[in-house]
């Protein structure tokens, strides 16, 4: 009896001691998640988003005028190149060869031509035999200038201060006249193509009107902003404006052009979003907001994230939503001036969430 007691005192002290080891559990900090925010703001003008590529404004297919084999190749992909300088040359000696044969020929025609103009003078010559030997030399310089242009195209120059996109072909290979060799772009000028549906066309194109022909003032004042440099705008100009449809999409094409004066290395294919601004008096009275930020619960009703910098949570509220224009949505009735909603993450969002601004 007083050893079973025994076994059981030491268990519970065991027991106890295991329990006093024990360290209490610190209390969940909650998790607190990053949403980009968008500042709703009103105003004279909208607005408005496009998606968009950047492409160079100077940009060429380089390619030899005659065929036959790269055997010089000294230029790699990324490479700046000045006005003039040696991109490739094909194998020159059958061109050389016709062009040496070809000026011989005139040379000969010319000699013949010159002795005529003086036999022709004192009648030595007739007037049929002269215009025979004029037409023969004419033939033979024509024949030697086109040898001498398919010697100059055998070697492909650059025709303008650029960076080689990429080469198309290897050394060594056999091409075809025009057949393309290299790609060559000037990355000095840029500019981002957008394409503006119908339901904005009009207003876009009335908003431009309203400077149309000005050389120093753009009323859309465009600007564009690359995905790789958030928080990064370039200043843009309207270029060209498409007055007909795409078939298939039905949009209209816009190109802006913008210079990158910075440090920053932007090349053709990035990924961009264009800016431009309607007057509301054009546009209308509704406020816009990116169409991610919009959510609809299960009754189809659409709604937003407020976000309340005081508490640092997000709050939700329903609104009244109108025409899409390119990434950003109208929004009737729910907002105001000065409101910041979600623009990011909104699906994993819930009452009363901890927040915090992603830039």
Known sequence: MLRFRSLAFTASFLLAL????????????????????????????IRLEYPGQVSATLESVQAFEVSGKIVK????????????????????RDYQSNFDAA??????????FKRAEEL??????????????????SQAKANMDRAEKALDDATLRAPFDGKIARKLVDIYNNVQAKEGVLVLHNLDDLEVVINIPESDWARVSRARSKTMGSSDEDALNPLVEIAGFPGRSFPAVTREVSTTANPTTRTYEIKLGF?????????????????????????????MVPVNSVSYDDEGKAFVWIYEPAATAVTKREVEVGQMSGSSIEVLKGLQNGDQVASSGVSHLREGMKVREFK
């Open 18 to 45: 295991g329990a006093c080891g024990k360290k209490e559990e610190a209390p969940q900090e909650p998790v607190i998640k990053p949403i980009k925010i968008y500042t709703v703001v009103g105003g004279d003008t």
């Open 73 to 92: 190749f000294p230029v790699v992909e990324g490479q700046d190149v000045k006005r003039g300088e040696l991109m490739a040359q094909l194998d020159m």
């Open 103 to 112: 000026k011989s020929e005139f040379e000969r025609a010319e000699s013949n």
């Open 120 to 137: 022709i003078k004192g009648g030595f010559v007739s007037q049929a035999d002269y215009d025979t030997l004029k037409a023969t030399r």
């Open 259 to 287: 210079k990158v004066e910075g440090d920053e290395v932007i090349l053709p294919g990035m990924t961009a979003k264009a800016f431009v601004e309607v007057p509301a008096q054009v546009r209308g009275s509704a406020l």
